[in-house]
């Protein structure tokens, strides 16, 4: 799907999202990411059952007031074990699938928000 939200330059906008790929303004990327409005990292794991508490902890070290976890094609709730570091460091942590946290994303993003994007991709 393409989304047509236009926004600040330098900032991260998720331009579309699709089976196997995320598209970063003009950069496809075809692995798990997380985006921010400042920055995109890759992030390991691959599909839900991947993930880790450790996974989590390096996003609470980035000091977002908001994580949207994007659990690919279907919504997933991960185990609180899992996700405990966002929650000791008082982040707000938002479960969907990734499409929607794509949309969701750049509506926080263009408010202003400190948020963070950890997107699994949606399976092909």
């Not at 991260?12 to 970063?24: K, M």
């Not at 996974?55 to 690919?72: D, K, N, Q, W, Y």
Request: aromatic share 4%; charged share 20%.
């Amino acid at each position: 799907m393409k989304i047509h939200l236009e926004s600040g330059v330098g900032q991260h906008l998720i331009r579309a999202y699709a089976p196997g790929v995320i598209t970063v303004n003009d950069t496809a990327h075809h692995r798990s990411l997380i985006v921010t409005p400042e920055r995109v990292l890759d992030w390991p794991p691959a599909s839900f059952d991947d993930l880790l508490a450790m996974h989590f902890e390096s996003i609470a070290e980035m000091r977002p007031e908001v994580v949207i976890l994007g659990t690919g094609a279907r919504l997933k709730f991960p185990a609180p074990r899992v996700t405990r570091a966002l929650v000791e460091a008082n982040i707000g942590l938002e479960v969907m699938d990734t499409g929607a946290a794509c949309r969701t994303y750049n509506i926080l993003m263009s408010d202003g928000r400190r948020v963070a994007a950890a997107l699994l991709m949606i399976e092909k």
